[in-house]
C-alpha cells in the first residue's frame, strides 16, 4: 500500500528558530514529492522535487529528496509567525499517478 | 485565472439528505481529485480521475460517488449524509506531463456539517 509518513506531527518553536520537517514515502511508480503550506484554506504549492541531492530554495524555505532513503526535508530558517501552519508532504505517483499525501506537520512558531 | 472553482463554500445538511459538491477547473487538467479534511488532520483522498470518463476510488469511497463527462468538471455527490461525513472537502487538478509531473492546485474548499 502506497504510503507518505510525515515526522513530527507537530511542532512548537520560537521566532529565530530553524525547524526541519521530515516526510518518508513509499510509493510505487515514483514521479515526485511534493510539499504544500496550509495556512486557513486551500493548500499552496512550495516545492517539487524530482531529483536525489538537488536543494530547492526559496527564501528562508529550502528543501531536497533523498531517493535512496526515500525521503525530504524542508527546512525552514529564522522562523516568523506568518510560518505558523499545516505542512503537508505528498507523493506523485501509485499505480494510476494519484498525489498520496501525509497526515502534515502542524507548526506552531511562538513570538 | 480562475484555476479551481468549488461550490458551494459552506452547507448544513441534515441527516439522510443529498448533495451535490462541485468542482471545475479551466486549466485543462487531465487528473482530478477529491480530498477531505478532518480537524487536525491531512488530507484524504476520496476519489480521482485521470480523464474524462475515467474515475476510481481513493482511500475513503465510501458514501461518495463521482462521475466525469468532462475534463472540466469532476462533482461529487453525497446520496445519504452522515454526521460522520462532516469534513472539508478539496477538489485539485493537475495534469501529468509525460515523463514528468506537475504540482496540483487546489479549489478553496467547501465546510460541509451534517447535523
Known amino acids: 500500500e502506497d504510503k507518505v509518513v510525515q515526522s513530527p506531527l507537530s511542532l512548537v518553536v520560537h521566532e529565530g528558530d530553524t525547524v526541519t520537517l521530515n516526510c518518508s514515502y513509499e510509493v510505487t511508480n515514483f514521479r515526485s514529492l511534493l510539499w504544500y503550506k496550509q495556512e486557513k484554506k486551500a493548500p499552496t504549492f512550495l516545492f517539487m522535487l524530482?531529483?536525489?541531492?538537488i536543494e530547492k530554495k526559496s527564501g528562508r524555505l529550502s528543501s531536497i529528496l533523498d531517493k535512496k532513503e526515500l525521503s525530504s526535508i524542508l527546512n525552514i530558517t529564522a522562523t516568523q509567525t506568518g510560518d505558523s501552519a499545516i505542512y503537508l508532504c505528498a507523493a506523485h505517483g501509485g499505480s494510476q499517478g494519484n498525489l498520496i499525501f501525509g497526515k502534515g506537520t502542524k507548526l506552531s512558531v511562538k513570538p | 485565472n480562475a484555476g479551481v472553482t468549488q461550490t458551494p463554500k459552506f452547507r448544513i445538511l441534515k441527516i439522510g439528505q443529498s448533495m451535490t459538491l462541485q468542482c471545475a477547473q479551466d486549466m485543462n487538467h487531465n487528473y482530478m481529485y477529491w480530498y477531505r479534511q478532518d480537524p487536525g488532520m491531512g488530507l484524504k483522498l476520496i476519489y480521482y480521475?485521470?480523464?474524462?470518463?475515467?474515475?476510481d476510488k481513493g482511500e475513503v469511497p465510501n458514501g461518495y460517488n463521482v462521475s466525469r463527462s468532462t475534463t472540466e468538471d469532476f462533482p461529487l455527490r453525497l446520496e445519504l449524509a452522515a454526521p460522520s461525513q462532516t469534513s472539508v472537502y478539496f477538489c485539485?487538478?493537475?495534469?501529468?506531463?509525460?515523463?514528468?509531473?506537475?504540482?496540483?492546485?487546489f479549489g478553496q474548499g467547501t465546510r460541509l456539517t451534517v447535523v
Open positions: 524530482t531529483s536525489s541531492g
Open positions: 480521475s485521470v480523464g474524462a470518463g475515467i474515475t
Open positions: 485539485a487538478s493537475s495534469y501529468p506531463r509525460t515523463g514528468g509531473s506537475t504540482e496540483a492546485f
